[in-house]
């Protein structure tokens, strides 16, 4: 079975579009709780209830008000997510270690990840995991550096899905 692990901020919900975020999302409380929404996040429910792919959340924050934060955000726009399927790191973490050292789950050709920024999926990659590049207009894959797989919006994201699963029959 197929495992999806999501980012959050610039992948899911729109960081970069609260003025200031880089000086305000770590002192202030309600800033990840109060983030919008990208379009058609819906998806990410539907993925959720498939039988056929288990869906995570990994999240980097800064401190533990941030966490609470998160929680929000995602009991909003993201109900289908188990609770235990949710987990958070702190900034600059590889997030996967975290998911093997929390969840006790080991990064292969089944695990996917979903996030905008290129550092952790180079990482994910490197421990056999495979990765997508949420692109967007502040992460936009400009240089080059990340070469598998990408989406510029979340309708992309089941076809892209398909593609990984007949590939990795």
Same mark, same amino acid.
């Given at each position: ?18 003025? @200031?975020?880089?000086?305000?999302? *770590? $002192? ?6 109060? #983030? !919008?929404?990208? /379009?058609?996040?819906? &998806? ?18 800064? @401190?533990?008000?941030?966490?609470? *934060? $998160? ?6 726009? #993201? !109900?289908?997510? /188990?609770?235990?399927? &949710? ?33 952790? #999926?180079?990482?994910? /990659? ?44």
């Amino acid at each position: 079975m197929l495992k999806l692990f999501l980012d959050l901020d610039g992948t899911l919900a729109k960081f970069n579009s609260k003025k @200031n975020a880089l000086e305000r999302f *770590d $002192k202030e409380k309600g800033f990840f709780s109060s #983030l !919008k929404p990208f /379009k058609n996040i819906e &998806i990410i429910n539907e993925i959720a209830k498939n039988n056929n792919v288990e869906v995570y959340i990994i999240s980097a924050t800064p @401190n533990e008000q941030a966490d609470n *934060d $998160k929680m929000i955000w995602i009991k909003t726009y #993201l !109900k289908n997510i /188990k609770q235990e399927n &949710i987990c958070f790191c702190r900034l600059n973490e590889n997030k996967a270690k975290v998911i093997k050292d929390k969840l006790n789950i080991t990064i292969d050709k089944e695990c996917i990840l979903l996030d905008d920024y290129t550092k952790n #999926l180079i990482e994910w /990659k490197n421990l056999n995991g495979i990765g997508i590049k949420r692109l967007t207009s502040k992460a936009d894959n400009s240089r080059k550096i990340w070469k598998d797989y990408s989406i510029r919006n979340l309708i992309q994201l089941t076809k892209t899905l398909d593609k990984i699963a007949i590939e990795n029959c």
